[in-house]
């Protein structure tokens, strides 16, 4: 799956197939996460579960239960198993606004590498 996605409009952009509705904490799990990500493969993304399913739009949308800011090349790091999470996020190369919501948000997914 990493041969075709490796930048990180492509990484956020690829959420709902990488979804995995049976790991949400319950059949209701509802869920928005804004993405704030510089540099030219970044940009401004909502990502959104409700009735099972994850969405990705363009921009922000809604209140975010969580937010995640980083550059491109960082969340691209953090994405495709080059830096470990916690290090990323201890360092400020990422920053998550609830980091226990987003503990359980990224269990949702599965993981590129």
Not at 26 to 52: C, K, R
């Amino acid at each position: 799956m990493t041969d075709q996605i490796q930048t990180a409009r492509a990484i956020i952009l690829s959420l709902p197939e990488r979804y995995r509705p049976e790991k949400a904490p319950s059949a209701d799990y509802i869920a928005t996460v804004h993405f704030d990500i510089s540099g030219p493969n970044g940009g401004q993304y909502t990502a959104e579960i409700a009735n099972g399913q994850c969405a990705v739009t363009t921009g922000h949308k809604g209140n975010a239960d969580c937010t995640v800011t980083a550059s491109d090349l960082n969340y691209e790091n953090l994405e495709l198993g080059r830096d470990n999470p916690m290090m990323s996020v201890m360092m400020g190369k990422v920053r998550v606004s609830n980091m226990a919501f987003m503990m359980t948000f990224t269990r949702l997914f599965k993981r590129l590498f």
